[in-house]
């Protein structure tokens, strides 16, 4: 499966907004909402993605390139471990785990947004080459 490079910075750009709110507001439910957002793009049925598709992409065209869609969703797998820990952080109102996660997720989804490097993205092409065998 292919994905639109520009989508997934798309949805980087809203995921950033989101947690940036997050980190300001201290809103729990709505990181619970983003680590939702994060199991539907693990699982290929990304909402912002969606978004993109219908408002953004038929204004700019087709791309000039599609990439892998694997490394992209294993970034939203970790983007869900990192929102899920920052949920828990909240719930058991332990403030600088939940912070803390938060912020982490915010850099990485910032980072691709931004500059294009997708920090998940570029895990999963190490881990892959550090275990050619237990991959596809």
Do not use: H
Request: net charge positive; glycine share 10%; aromatic share 8%.
């Amino acid at each position: 499966m292919q994905v639109d490079p520009r989508s997934t910075r798309f949805a980087a750009a809203v995921t950033t907004l989101i947690l940036a709110l997050v980190l300001v507001t201290g809103n729990a439910w709505l990181l619970l909402a983003q680590s939702v957002v994060f199991g539907l793009g693990l699982a290929g049925a990304s909402p912002y993605g969606l978004l993109f598709r219908r408002l953004v992409r038929p204004k700019l065209g087709p791309p000039a390139q599609m990439e892998d869609a694997v490394p992209p969703r294993f970034a939203q797998g970790v983007g869900l471990v990192f929102a899920l820990v920052g949920v828990a952080g909240f719930a058991a109102q332990i403030t600088p785990l939940a912070l803390g996660a938060t912020a982490a997720a915010l850099m990485a989804a910032f980072l691709n947004a931004a500059f294009g490097f997708c920090l998940g993205c570029e895990t999963y092409l190490i881990i892959r080459r550090l275990m050619p065998a237990a991959t596809p």
